[in-house]
């Protein structure tokens, strides 16, 4: 089964694109974010996978009465192909888009434990080199991850974690 954020990569490159060439990009950012919030909400996913609400009433729902005519047939697209639970990888893709396109990125970094000032300053400067942007530090501690760090920089993810190596080595011994 695909990652959700593979499956919202398509969708979001084609909302960052169409944005952009009708010069609506921060309209459909913050549009995409509300979505985001909406979707992140169980109740209201229960909602999206209900098979007797129409496609109009999701629409209705996650755009609202302000969003443009073609945000809405955006939405209905997602919604027709019962996709609208990807709507927080979309709007994170899309936010990437539109940092690239900026020649800025915004990098969430997930280690077991907070990361020294070093840590942050060496791992900022190792992505600006790679990526060629100015890079935005986003650290955030998860105590699953046991050692290491995984980064998220747009649909790049770099996983340095122990429970990533465990797991890669474990592929590599049954395969």
């Given at each position: 089964?695909?990652?959700?954020?593979?499956?919202?990569?398509?969708?979001?490159?084609?909302?960052?694109?169409?944005?952009?060439?009708?010069?609506?990009?921060?309209?459909?950012?913050?549009?995409?974010?509300v979505a985001?919030?909406?979707?992140?909400?169980?109740?209201?996913?229960?909602?999206?996978?209900?098979?007797?609400?129409?496609?109009?009433?999701?629409?209705?729902?996650?755009?609202?009465?302000?969003?443009?005519?073609?945000?809405?047939?955006?939405?209905?697209?997602?919604?027709?192909?019962?996709?609208?639970?990807?709507l927080p990888e979309v709007a994170e893709l899309y936010q990437y888009y539109l940092e690239k396109d900026a020649q800025s990125l915004s990098v969430d970094v997930y280690s077991a434990i907070e990361l020294t000032d070093a840590q942050k300053q060496a791992m900022t400067a190792a992505l600006n080199k790679r990526t060629g942007k100015q890079i935005s530090l986003n650290t955030h501690i998860d105590e699953s991850l046991m050692g290491g760090a995984r980064i998220h920089c747009g649909d790049l993810v770099i996983d340095g974690t122990l429970r990533g190596k465990v797991e890669r080595l474990k592929t590599q011994l049954f395969n």
């Open positions: 089964m695909s990652e959700p954020i593979t499956l919202a990569r398509p969708y979001a490159k084609a909302a960052f694109e169409f944005a952009k060439s009708e010069a609506v990009v921060e309209q459909w950012a913050q549009n995409l974010m985001a919030g909406l979707a992140q909400n169980n109740q209201i996913l229960d909602y999206f996978n209900q098979p007797e609400v129409l496609d109009e009433d999701l629409v209705q729902l996650v755009s609202g009465d302000d969003a443009s005519e073609q945000y809405k047939n955006f939405v209905l697209l997602l919604a027709m192909n019962n996709r609208l639970s990807l």
